[in-house]
């Protein structure tokens, strides 16, 4: 299969160029859920919350925020409505899920695993370390990080009931966000700096220092992150070089970003350079060599020949 897959994918190696507005939600810690236009920069009200919003992800057309007592609420984002919510026995510093699952994490290390709709917890486990402030899923692996310095990541597909939690990377300081560019993990931390590590094998790749307490994190098209302070300063930052490109002054509290839509314009831009080139093809060769989800373009959880035709179409289809 891999003669096939390079052979494939050396036929489409132009050059497209992406121009899609993507949208950043905002959670506050005096109750708003707003959201953050990276084209236009404009920040607006999205929702009202009854509690201080702690941590928010999104499935689908619905919010999942949490608040200091672990009770998640749900909104409709079409809507702005509540819709739902439940209470979970973990105080949910972090969430994240991979589409199906709910992930809410405590700061004792307790990661539970958590149906959407009934709020049950399907299973649980407590990391080694714990301290856990950060969560993220990213092709096919749970990762978490804390106070302590340390991250970790197990495959979803047997990360529960068992703890496979393997250590992936230290961080300069007390992790408080993570996020993911393409073949790059991004850590934010409260010394005022933003570490990456390469996402196959952890290895330290560089870090910056942006004066941020790095509250939320959010991977941006075109090679820049989305910095979220508490005091409410979002900071856009060219990750290669750390430069601030510019800065948005909320006039709120920030304590967690969560990206709705970013590169869903352009899938087969798997690197997110904001351009459809051979740095892409050379990613979803890796991860097709590896089996890993990133390359699983038809959802059937197997990494074939199929999934290299999507690829290959959605690549020279360019992008909306």
Not at 170 to 187: K, P, Q, R
Request: charged share 20%; aromatic share 8%; with cysteine.
């Amino acid at each position: 299969m891999h003669r096939n897959l390079i052979t494939m994918l050396a036929l489409s190696t132009g050059l497209v160029s992406l121009a899609a507005a993507d949208t950043v939600l905002v959670g506050t810690t005096d109750g708003a859920i707003l959201a953050y236009d990276t084209d236009s920069r404009n920040v607006s009200p999205l929702a009202l919350a009854d509690t201080p919003v702690r941590a928010l992800t999104t499935i689908g057309r619905r919010g999942y925020y949490s608040d200091a007592n672990g009770t998640i609420t749900v909104v409709d984002l079409d809507t702005a409505q509540t819709v739902g919510g439940f209470s979970t026995s973990v105080d949910a510093a972090a969430v994240s899920t991979d589409g199906t699952w709910l992930y809410a994490a405590d700061t004792d290390g307790e990661i539970q695993k958590i149906d959407p709709e009934s709020g049950a917890v399907e299973s649980s486990v407590t990391t080694f370390f714990g301290g856990v402030t950060g969560l993220g899923t990213h092709w096919g692996n749970l990762y978490y990080g804390g106070l302590n310095t340390i991250a970790e990541r197990a495959p979803l597909a047997d990360a529960f009931p068992d703890n496979n939690f393997q250590f992936f990377a230290a961080c300069g300081g007390a992790i408080n966000s993570m996020s993911f560019s393409g073949l790059t993990v991004v850590l934010g931390s409260i010394n005022g700096k933003i570490y990456r590590y390469d996402e196959f094998n952890g290895i330290y790749a560089q870090d910056h220092f942006i004066g941020s307490d790095a509250t939320g994190l959010a991977t941006l098209v075109g090679g820049r992150v989305l910095v979220a302070d508490s005091s409410g300063e979002l900071l856009e930052v060219e990750l290669e070089t750390g430069a601030v490109l510019r800065s948005v002054d909320v006039g709120r509290p920030v304590a967690s970003l969560h990206a709705v839509d970013v590169g869903d314009a352009c899938p087969a831009d798997l690197d997110l350079t904001g351009v459809l080139d051979l740095g892409d093809v050379q990613t979803f060769i890796m991860l097709a060599i590896e089996g890993r989800l990133g390359a699983d373009l038809d959802g059937d959880n197997d990494v074939d020949l199929a999934d290299v035709g999507l690829f290959v179409d959605s690549f020279t289809a360019g992008c909306e």
